[in-house]
């Protein structure tokens, strides 16, 4: 069984309404442990030492995270859980909600113990809304257990926008206002929201906590690679025979994920991390998903021949400059931009300075952008553009033979 | 307030703890150009013009907001910084339709004299379809060309910040994010007096004083 279950181990197993079902699969064990027989600077330094990364996409460690916020004196400090999955075709943190939420909920409860926070939010993408009840019910239960006596949890609803997914976004959401990037710094464990220190941690992480503590972090650092310590969640969707989310060590091939798990055939490329993903071709399917290579937030795409290229990288534009939340430029017009040259390509009416245009214009949105957004947007066409130049050629060479028959040349 | 040293294009700057860079820069006339940023107001630093090469970061930062730390080696005219910079004013310029695009000679459009100085030449990137809207007279004292605006939002902070009327705010996404007023409702008077501040931070035109019936402004 190459799957290892470790965050996937009660979904399914215990009923998600009921806390007894949890508590008899050894749930609130770590809590209890981080409790009574550990300081808060001890759960940092567990955490830290276990080379816990952030699962949400960007992979910054999360122990050092904690220790930043941990060191601030402020006399409000605040944990925030980002289970705004709006990454594209990323659906994890929604089996872990639904399926495991006293998981969650403990991990909050230790994460908010260790820095010192005194109200945790969930920032639940509106998308989710369903969710929310189930969510309720296990914050409702946990606290007649007296878990959760000196922390407050909110669930705190999105409005739809996917930038919200955005650390700086997601704090001003909360705030009451438009979301959009901040720029940095100051960093969120320094200065976040309303100006306090405030952790953020993807939902997948904190569901990390339990067992770390449980286990200790030696037993941690066992799983995966030099880098990426643990398991991870994947999403795997698209032409796949058997879509769903998957626990695999880190470290573990693409290969093993997509044709023996999932079931792919005839695979053009993979996506690894959702719309702003890397692309892998079919000829690197054996790349293996740690931070090292390629991970993201764990969303996992797969085309086959029949996809074309550049309409798939057409559509993502499309998303992204929809989604752009319009206050730095590089991301605002430089989307717009992109898709303007991306649509001639697909309609026929490309040129032969395209390609450096696309190549400039993502190394400035790269550079330049606030936020991961405007960052990230070009790596799509960048990948492409490596591994499937002839593509984006060939649509070029089209363009000037449907323009000559136009007499346009 | 303690001292900090920076290394900015090769010369030793001191600053004070809590200056941005761009302020230090300054310090020894090192020039960052700017489109967003005025020392009167709150930093935005959503134009990143004025992104300038830390040594050891990953990406470009903004000069206007980001603080000058102890140690810093600074670099304002790298090759990088040039080339970012001059494609951010480029694509602001593909989506800007003002006079000035077409007459080179206006003198009024910071953006254009801008795009002048760093030399971007032809542009590159097109817009589908450009920012088009009409102009807004509803009202006696300012008068809306929101084709010509850029997004800097100079104007939203000067009336935050100055004269506490909190009049606009930014709708919609991404490319078609507008500086409306209310639910993008016409600048009557009913919202806006005749204060004009924002006429003053304006650095394309898109606002501007009325011209009055038979005189010259």
Same mark, same amino acid.
């Given at each position: 069984?190459?799957?290892?279950?470790?965050?996937?181990?009660?979904?399914?197993?215990?009923?998600?309404?009921?806390?007894?079902?949890?508590?008899? /699969?050894?749930?609130?064990?770590?809590?209890?442990?981080?409790?009574?027989?550990?300081?808060?600077?001890?759960?940092?330094?567990?955490?830290?030492?276990?080379?816990?990364?952030?699962?949400?996409?960007?992979?910054?460690?999360?122990?050092?995270?904690?220790?930043?916020?941990?060191?601030?004196?402020?006399?409000?400090?605040?944990?925030?859980?980002?289970?705004?999955?709006?990454?594209?075709?990323?659906?994890?943190?929604?089996?872990?909600?639904?399926?495991?939420?006293?998981?969650?909920?403990?991990?909050?409860?230790?994460?908010?113990?260790?820095?010192?926070?005194?109200?945790?939010?969930?920032?639940?993408?509106?998308?989710?809304?369903?969710?929310?009840?189930?969510?309720?019910?296990?914050?409702?239960?946990?606290?007649?257990?007296?878990?959760?006596?000196?922390?407050?949890?909110?669930?705190?609803?999105?409005?739809?926008?996917?930038?919200?997914?955005?650390?700086?976004?997601?704090?001003?959401?909360?705030?009451?206002?438009?979301?959009?990037?901040?720029?940095?710094?100051?960093?969120?464990?320094?200065?976040?929201?309303?100006?306090?220190?405030?952790?953020?941690?993807?939902?997948?992480?904190?569901?990390?906590?339990?067992?770390?503590?449980?286990?200790?972090?030696?037993?941690?650092?066992?799983?995966?690679?030099?880098?990426?310590?643990? #398991?991870?969640?994947?999403?795997?969707?698209?032409?796949?025979?058997?879509?769903?989310?998957?626990?695999?060590?880190?470290?573990?091939?693409?290969?093993?994920?997509?044709?023996?798990?999932?079931?792919?055939?005839?695979?053009?490329?993979?996506?690894?991390?959702?719309?702003?993903?890397?692309?892998?071709?079919?000829?690197?399917?054996?790349?293996?998903?740690?931070?090292?290579?390629?991970?993201?937030?764990?969303?996992?795409?797969?085309?086959?021949?029949?996809?074309?290229?550049?309409?798939?990288?057409?559509? #993502?534009?499309?998303?992204?400059?929809?989604?752009?939340?319009?206050?730095?430029?590089?991301?605002?017009?430089?989307?717009?931009?992109?898709?303007?040259?991306?649509?001639?390509?697909?309609?026929?009416?490309?040129?032969?300075?395209?390609?450096?245009?696309?190549?400039?214009?993502?190394?400035?949105?790269?550079?330049?952008?606030?936020?991961?957004?405007?960052?990230?947007?070009?790596?799509?066409?960048?990948?492409?553009?490596?591994?499937?130049?002839?593509?984006?050629?060939?649509?070029?060479?089209?363009?000037?033979?449907?323009?000559?028959?136009?007499?346009?040349? | 307030?303690?001292?900090?040293?920076?290394?900015?294009?090769?010369?030793?700057?001191?600053? /004070?703890?809590?200056? #941005?860079?761009?302020?230090?820069?300054?310090?020894?006339?090192?020039?960052?150009?700017?489109?967003?940023?005025?020392?009167?107001?709150?930093?935005?630093?959503?134009?990143?013009?004025?992104?300038?090469?830390?040594?050891?970061?990953?990406?470009?930062?903004?000069?206007?907001?980001?603080?000058?730390?102890?140690?810093?080696?600074?670099?304002?005219?790298?090759?990088?910084?040039?080339?970012?910079?001059?494609? #951010?004013?480029?694509?602001?310029?593909?989506?800007?339709?003002?006079?000035?695009?077409?007459?080179? /000679?206006?003198?009024?459009?910071?953006?254009?004299?801008?795009?002048? /100085?760093?030399?971007?030449?032809?542009?590159?990137?097109?817009?589908?379809?450009?920012?088009?809207?009409?102009?807004?007279?509803?009202?006696?004292?300012?008068?809306?060309?929101?084709?010509?605006?850029?997004?800097?939002?100079?104007?939203?902070?000067?009336?935050?910040?100055?004269?506490?009327?909190?009049?606009?705010?930014?709708?919609?996404?991404?490319?078609?994010?507008?500086?409306?007023?209310?639910?993008?409702?016409?600048?009557?008077?009913?919202?806006?007096?005749?204060?004009?501040?924002?006429?003053?931070?304006?650095?394309?035109?898109?606002?501007?004083?009325?011209?009055?019936?038979?005189?010259?402004?």
């Amino acid at each position: 069984m190459p799957e290892k279950r470790i965050l996937l181990k009660n979904c399914g197993i215990i009923d998600p309404r009921d806390i007894n079902a949890y508590v008899a /699969h050894d749930g609130f064990k770590a809590w209890e442990k981080a409790r009574h027989a550990l300081t808060p600077d001890e759960v940092v330094a567990e955490i830290d030492t276990s080379g816990l990364r952030g699962r949400g996409g960007a992979g910054f460690p999360c122990g050092l995270k904690w220790k930043l916020a941990r060191q601030e004196a402020a006399d409000e400090k605040f944990l925030i859980c980002n289970a705004d999955e709006g990454e594209v075709g990323a659906f994890k943190d929604r089996h872990l909600l639904q399926h495991d939420p006293f998981s969650l909920i403990e991990g909050i409860a230790i994460a908010a113990y260790a820095i010192g926070a005194q109200k945790a939010y969930i920032y639940l993408r509106a998308e989710y809304h369903y969710l929310s009840a189930g969510l309720k019910n296990a914050i409702d239960q946990t606290r007649q257990k007296g878990c959760l006596e000196e922390l407050n949890i909110t669930i705190q609803e999105g409005a739809g926008a996917y930038i919200c997914g955005e650390e700086s976004a997601l704090m001003d959401s909360i705030e009451g206002k438009r979301g959009e990037a901040r720029f940095r710094p100051p960093f969120p464990p320094s200065q976040g929201l309303w100006g306090k220190p405030t952790i953020i941690n993807n939902v997948e992480t904190l569901a990390n906590i339990p067992p770390i503590i449980l286990n200790g972090s030696q037993w941690f650092r066992e799983i995966g690679t030099a880098q990426s310590k643990g #398991t991870k969640l994947f999403s795997v969707s698209g032409d796949v025979a058997k879509p769903g989310v998957y626990e695999l060590a880190l470290g573990s091939p693409l290969k093993e994920l997509v044709v023996d798990l999932a079931g792919a055939q005839d695979i053009k490329m993979v996506q690894v991390g959702g719309a702003t993903g890397g692309i892998i071709p079919a000829s690197m399917i054996t790349t293996p998903l740690a931070y090292e290579t390629v991970l993201g937030s764990g969303a996992v795409t797969v085309f086959d021949a029949s996809r074309e290229v550049l309409d798939f990288v057409y559509r #993502t534009m499309e998303f992204l400059a929809e989604e752009s939340c319009g206050k730095c430029t590089p991301c605002r017009e430089g989307t717009e931009a992109m898709m303007e040259i991306i649509g001639r390509l697909t309609t026929g009416d490309g040129k032969q300075e395209d390609i450096q245009a696309i190549e400039d214009l993502s190394q400035t949105m790269m550079l330049s952008s606030l936020c991961g957004l405007g960052q990230a947007a070009s790596i799509p066409v960048l990948d492409t553009l490596k591994y499937f130049r002839n593509d984006y050629e060939n649509r070029i060479r089209q363009s000037v033979f449907l323009r000559s028959l136009r007499g346009q040349l | 307030m303690s001292d900090v040293k920076v290394r900015i294009d090769g010369r030793e700057v001191t600053a /004070h703890e809590g200056m #941005t860079i761009l302020e230090a820069a300054r310090l020894v006339d090192i020039e960052i150009p700017t489109l967003c940023h005025s020392p009167d107001l709150i930093p935005s630093g959503n134009c990143r013009v004025c992104v300038v090469e830390i040594e050891g970061a990953r990406t470009l930062a903004g000069a206007c907001h980001t603080p000058a730390a102890d140690g810093m080696v600074i670099q304002t005219r790298s090759p990088k910084v040039l080339t970012s910079r001059r494609a #951010t004013v480029e694509l602001l310029m593909a989506g800007h339709t003002g006079e000035c695009v077409t007459d080179v /000679h206006t003198d009024q459009c910071d953006l254009r004299k801008l795009a002048d /100085h760093l030399e971007g030449g032809a542009p590159r990137f097109l817009m589908r379809k450009p920012r088009w809207y009409p102009i807004e007279e509803a009202n006696p004292y300012v008068r809306r060309d929101m084709s010509k605006c850029i997004l800097c939002r100079k104007c939203i902070g000067a009336c935050q910040e100055i004269a506490k009327k909190n009049v606009y705010g930014i709708a919609y996404r991404g490319f078609a994010s507008k500086v409306v007023v209310d639910f993008d409702d016409p600048l009557t008077t009913e919202v806006c007096r005749d204060c004009g501040i924002c006429i003053d931070y304006c650095p394309t035109g898109a606002l501007s004083k009325p011209a009055k019936r038979g005189g010259v402004q």
